[in-house]
């Protein structure tokens, strides 16, 4: 069972768009960060974000993290149909070495 | 650099039988892991090695093996297939520490 909760699980846009998912945990982490799967393939690293950082950009994608709250959020800026995927977040704890993974945004971009 | 290779990429097996997949990880990455992807439970983390060691280890019974070769070459073993193992079985590497892991295109295993 996954231990990081993601919001929505599903979320349906029109291309130009912007898209917004958010991930929720229960733990301490070390760092948190976002993958990109496509239909049942392997997973894409998109971007880290470190327990002492609050907020970090890598070209169309911005995620900030709010420790206190325990939560994350992603940010697809100006969508196009080739974002369409799935993504996740994953936690490093604190304490030892595994990630583990959210339930996943199934995100659909519509041309 | 070459990314993280899988093989096979399908599988059929028969309950009860046993099955072994392979990982190869990055150049100069130490650090394999394997998770499995279902529909109904995710992504779920399976185990961990970094030097020929198992370092970490998820919730799964004991049918579920790995280990890693002194070249950071990684395979792992379930015996005594269920249905229920049908699952992309990703592996990913990374160099050691505790920063970005990079998957592989991932095995996908039916069990008839």
């Known amino acids: 069972s996954q231990q990081g909760e993601e919001d929505p699980q599903a979320l349906s846009i029109q291309e130009g768009e912007n898209a917004t998912m958010n991930c929720s945990y229960k733990?301490?982490?070390?760092?948190l960060q976002w993958y990109r799967q496509n239909s049942g393939r392997g997973l894409v690293h998109l971007i880290l974000?470190?327990?002492?950082?609050r907020e970090k950009h890598s070209g169309r994608l911005r995620v900030t993290l709010d420790t206190s709250k325990k939560s994350s959020s992603l940010l697809i800026t100006a969508s196009r149909a080739a974002d369409t995927a799935s993504y996740f977040c994953?936690?490093?704890?604190?304490?030892?070495?595994?990630?583990?993974f959210g339930g996943g945004t199934r995100v659909l971009v519509k041309p | 650099k070459a990314g993280v290779t899988q093989t096979p990429r399908y599988l059929i097996k028969t309950r009860g039988q046993q099955v072994t997949l392979s990982c190869s990880p990055i150049?100069?990455?130490?650090?394999v892991s394997w998770y499995q992807q279902t529909p109904g439970q995710g992504l779920q983390f399976l185990f961990e090695y970094f030097s020929e060691t198992q370092r970490n280890k998820g919730n799964f019974p004991g049918r579920f093996s790995g280990r890693q070769f002194s070249n950071s070459r990684s395979e792992m073993n379930v015996s005594t297939l269920e249905l229920g193992d049908s699952a992309l079985y990703l592996c990913a590497s990374q160099m050691g520490g505790r920063e970005t892991q990079y998957f592989g295109p991932g095995t996908r295993l039916l069990v008839l």
């Open positions: 733990t301490s982490i070390n760092n």
């Open positions: 994953a936690r490093r704890e604190a304490a030892g070495n595994k990630l583990t």
């Open positions: 150049s100069g990455h130490r650090s």
């Open positions: 974000i470190r327990s002492n950082e």
